[in-house]
């Protein structure tokens, strides 16, 4: 069993920064893909951003390249991601999320943190 725990959320102005941080526990995240997801009100959750166990390759949505930056610290067992230039329409609940798999999708995350809202103001 992993334990995510997401933090780092917030209000923030368009144009400004957040960090945000996923602290695993109960196991040790480098032998999983980790992820980020969002969902903002009214919407499905939507995938942002993945770091690959097995690669170390990173993907990303096309609506957050170049804004978003997902690292991962195994000896820390926290995974990150770096929201820069934000936009009103970023504002969402960020899920982290973990899956024993080389691509990760909504589908087949094994364990979901409990989110962390961030909200931007224009």
């Known amino acids: 069993q992993v334990q995510l725990v997401e933090s780092g959320g917030g209000l923030v102005q368009a144009g400004g920064s957040l960090r945000l941080s996923c602290a695993a526990s109960?196991?040790?995240?480098?032998?999983?893909?980790m992820g980020w997801f969002r969902q903002a009100p009214g919407k499905e959750r939507e995938f942002v951003a993945a770091?690959?166990?097995?690669?170390?390759?990173?993907s990303y949505a096309d609506s957050v390249k170049g804004r978003f930056t997902i690292s991962r610290d195994n000896a820390k067992n926290t995974v990150y991601l770096q929201i820069n230039s934000l936009k009103p329409e970023d504002t969402a609940v960020y899920y982290c999320?973990?899956?024993?798999?080389?691509?990760?999708?909504?589908?087949?995350?094994?364990?979901w943190g409990q989110g962390t809202q961030v909200t931007v103001s224009s």
């Open positions: 999320a973990a899956g024993a798999v080389a691509v990760l999708t909504e589908r087949n995350c094994d364990y």
């Open positions: 109960g196991s040790t995240i480098g032998s999983y893909t």
């Open positions: 770091s690959a166990w097995s690669s170390g390759r990173t």
